[in-house]
């Protein structure tokens, strides 16, 4: 059984949510190959590579791929299906985007948010915004899967040789093109792969606020900043922001929420975090349940102190 695993990385650097991905799919089986999409991407390449486990990186640029749009990822990936029989990416919002589009052209069920390999065509997934885990066996002939990182240790990104192949890259889409990106410039660590995280909820009540409490904080302890997403919707946040089900899912050492409640759709986010934090002025507040230390405190006394300790 081969795997393909499509590569998550900006055009210069692999990502450390590939590596992750990669101890996936070497649960599913030994023979696993990487694909480099993107334009300008041959470090990348040479870093996959490397990576334990890799048997051989494909590689395919383009001016096309650059942005991995769904329309010609999917035109490159359908083709070399013919030699895989499955294909496996990160559930990020490129993994998301591109794996349905994967799934209709070779009319195959998408088996999403993978959590746990249970043999090659047994895997267990979240349902229900995360309150139950669903294990999933199939016997279809083509696999597509997501994987969610956080759920999987990083393979190592050393000890591997793998050969490095070009493949031709497709044509442009004729309905699709890339117009722009607008992205949060921050020296701040990337959230989905932070150590610690520090969120804010619709309880700090302006962007000026959200700003004003949370940077600091994070600045102090090296961490990334997360928001609910009543916060997001509220304009206190950039969406790149959003921790939960509809945002991104973290799994830091440290999560700190403050002024956030705790709905679902946040916990389902976060929940996985090996330390929860939550302070809030409500003591019937949902995050209280699965936090592993709770502060019932107004915020605006909580976190100076909390400052002044961590000096």
């Known amino acids: 059984m081969a795997v393909l695993l499509i590569a998550d990385h900006d055009n210069k650097s692999l990502n450390d949510t590939t590596l992750k991905v990669l101890t996936a799919a070497l649960a599913i089986s030994a023979d696993v190959d990487v694909l480099v999409m993107g334009d300008g991407a041959q470090a990348v390449a040479d870093a996959a590579a490397k990576a334990t486990g890799v048997r051989k990186v494909l590689l395919a640029q383009s001016p096309t791929l ?3 749009l769904a329309e010609p990822a999917a035109d490159l990936v359908v083709p070399l299906m013919q030699g895989y029989d499955a294909v496996v990416a990160p559930a990020t919002t490129a993994g998301k985007d591109i794996s349905p589009r994967i799934a209709a052209k070779l009319d195959a069920s998408q088996i999403t948010d993978v959590v746990q390999v249970d043999g090659p065509k047994t895997f267990v997934r979240p349902i229900y915004a995360g309150n139950a ?7 279809e002939p083509k696999l597509v899967i997501t994987v969610r990182p956080t ?64 940077e600091p904080l994070a600045d102090k302890l090296g961490a990334a900043i997360g928001a609910s997403r009543a916060a997001v919707d509220a304009g206190y946040a950039p969406n790149d922001y959003q921790v939960g089900q509809t945002g991104k899912v973290v799994a830091p050492a440290l999560y700190i929420a403050i002024g956030i409640s705790g709905a679902i759709q946040h916990l389902a986010g976060m929940k996985d975090s090996k330390v929860i934090v939550a302070i809030n002025k409500d003591p019937d507040a949902p995050i209280f349940q699965i936090a592993d230390y709770g502060l019932v405190a107004d915020y605006k006394t909580a976190v100076p102190a909390l400052m002044q300790a961590l000096g």
């Open 66 to 68: 650059a942005k991995m």
């Open 133 to 139: 885990l669903e294990t999933i066996t199939t016997n």
């Open 151 to 214: 759920a999987f240790k990083a393979a190592a990104a050393e000890g591997g040789s793998a050969p490095v192949e070009t493949v031709q890259a497709p044509a442009a889409s004729p309905k699709a093109h890339f117009v722009s990106e607008a992205v949060t410039a921050s020296d701040r660590p990337e959230l989905g792969a932070a150590k610690i995280v520090v969120s804010g909820g619709r309880a700090l009540g302006s962007a000026e606020e959200f700003k004003a409490v949370l």
